[in-house]
T-cell receptor, first 114, second 114 residues
Framework: DTGVSQNPRHKITKRGQNVTFRCDPI?????LYWYRQTLGQGPEFLTY????????KSRLLSDRFSAERPKGSFSTLEIQRTEQGDSAMYLC????????????FGEGSRLTVL | GENVEQHPSTLSVQEGDSAVIKCTYS??????FPWYKQELGKGPQLIID?????GEKKDQRIAVTLNKTAKHFSLHITETQPEDSAVYFC?????????????FGTGTRLQVTL
């Protein structure tokens, strides 16, 4: 499978715990994006990387959220001290910046905070 | 920033009929308008896109039109089939300084009935 891969697909955690999601983009894609999607809504931009550099973060990304892409390949999104409002689908997408705009999404990681 | 509005929120059509979903955008600098199909429990899948230098694009049963002056674009699905049932999202972006991050509409749940 050469698409965007996300793990885990589902995570149930108790409020206050930390969780980490991983995204493996399409191999030749140098840009990687994280989006959040809540029930009945469209995806909302969180942050993006060009290679290993995190170039933009949304105001939605509170201090409890941190994302990394250490070698410009896979990325992790960590949420510390989870809150019930963090429950959502976390989507990763990637693209090759020589083709403007076209984003390919993974299947998402669904987080449920009890 | 960009704001994308999408209508209707739900759409029910009989198999074989056509379906039309409409979106408006606010940022005149946006130049890329994709449409995504999302099935239950899966990530959004790109089905068609259009750039601002084109007024219409067609791919088999799916077509998209763009009116830059009015800042609206539409998805047309002809000869609908049950497998077309899903949530469809429009998005806009690609303007200067946006790093091609997309702003999504709130989605249209399409139900194709037999």
């Amino acid at each position: 499978d050469t698409g965007v891969s996300q793990n885990p697909r589902h995570k149930i955690t108790k409020r206050g715990q930390n969780v980490t999601f991983r995204c493996d983009p399409i191999s030749e894609h140098n840009r990687l994006y994280w989006y959040r999607q809540t029930l009945g809504q469209g995806p909302e931009f969180l942050t993006y990387f060009q290679n290993e550099a995190q170039l933009e973060k949304s105001r939605l990304l509170s201090d409890r959220f941190s994302a990394e892409r250490p070698k410009g390949s896979f990325s992790t999104l960590e949420i510390q001290r989870t809150e019930q409002g963090d429950s959502a689908m976390y989507l990763c997408a990637s693209r090759w910046d020589r083709i403007p705009g076209e984003l390919f999404f993974g299947e998402g990681s669904r987080l449920t905070v009890l | 920033g960009e704001n994308v509005e999408q209508h209707p929120s739900t759409l029910s059509v009989q198999e074989g009929d056509s379906a039309v979903i409409k979106c408006t955008y606010s940022d005149s600098a946006s130049n890329y308008f994709p449409w995504y199909k999302q099935e239950l429990g899966k990530g959004p899948q790109l089905i068609i896109d259009i750039r601002s230098n084109v007024g219409e694009k067609k791919d088999q049963r799916i077509a998209v039109t763009l009116n830059k002056t009015a800042k609206h674009f539409s998805l047309h699905i002809t000869e609908t089939q049950p497998e077309d049932s899903a949530v469809y999202f429009c998005a806009g972006g690609g303007g200067a300084g946006t790093a091609s991050k997309l702003t999504f509409g709130t989605g249209t749940r399409l139900q194709v009935t037999l």
